[in-house]
């Protein structure tokens, strides 16, 4: 950290669903490279996984490096742990399956720093060097989760509708409310559909449920995003060359799509201030 940096407030961002397979990681990289790339932003992405896949995606994983598991065991500073990457405007805290013996560990740490806080803390210390820290979390529940929704001013649930993509949400929100004692207050932006297909009839009814009520009543089982996410296969050719959809396939649906999810969550932010006392 130098001296005469521009001073920033950091907005966190947790991506989550407790079920596996549903677009995390390919959001949070590419939400990542967009606010960096097309935005201008400093973006600290905290790879909240054991797989390692944003660390991955990012090319810096390494089974040896420090990080999230280490700040969370206060191993390590948060400064000693942030890797630079080949964007200049995005810098991440790698993950490994260390991450897996720290949330076994910390389940029956009882001394020192609330276990529940740590991640926070160590996020304050880097505040002001970032615009947003996007947190991508394993399909879990652990102590490390628990981390990351204390950090956090807003979540995303990334959402790929299937007949299975639902069980899980409400036990998702129900945890994140139990956790309002570390965390009285956190947005939720809304369920991100993703992988959608184009004119896929019980897809399409999926998504109304998931919506509940209708539009003139204003019920709604879940807040949706207006930015849906559609199914291109070059979205998978990009964990092998390590670029965002973007770069790889700009005229890809999932390129356009990812860059209206950025202008998206960008406004939400703007219309959505945190009270700057209960932030990192
Ligand atoms: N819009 C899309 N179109 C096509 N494939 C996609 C799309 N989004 C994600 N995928 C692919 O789906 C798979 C799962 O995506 P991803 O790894 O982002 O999910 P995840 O929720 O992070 O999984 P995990 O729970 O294991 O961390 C990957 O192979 C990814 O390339
Ligand atoms: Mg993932």
New binding site residues.
Partial sequence: MTENRIKRKMRVLSIC?L?????????AVNLAGILATDFGKRVLVIDN?Q?G?ASQFFQVFHPDNIGTAEILCLENEIDDCIKKTSNPNIDVVPANMNLAAANHDLISRTSGMPTQIRLREALKQVAEDYDFAII?N??NLEVSFINAIVSSDDFII?VKIDKYSFYGISTLMDQIQDMSYWKPHINFVGCLV??QHSGNQLENEGVEWLAGGHASTGNQRYKIMNTK?????R??D??FGSELITVLSGRSQ?ARNYKELAAEYLEFVANNAVDDTARV
């Fill in positions: 669903n079920k596996g397979g549903v677009g995390k990681t390919t959001t996984d797989q896949n991508d394993g399909p990334p993703t992988m996410i559609k199914y291109s296969p979205v998978n990009t964990t999932a």
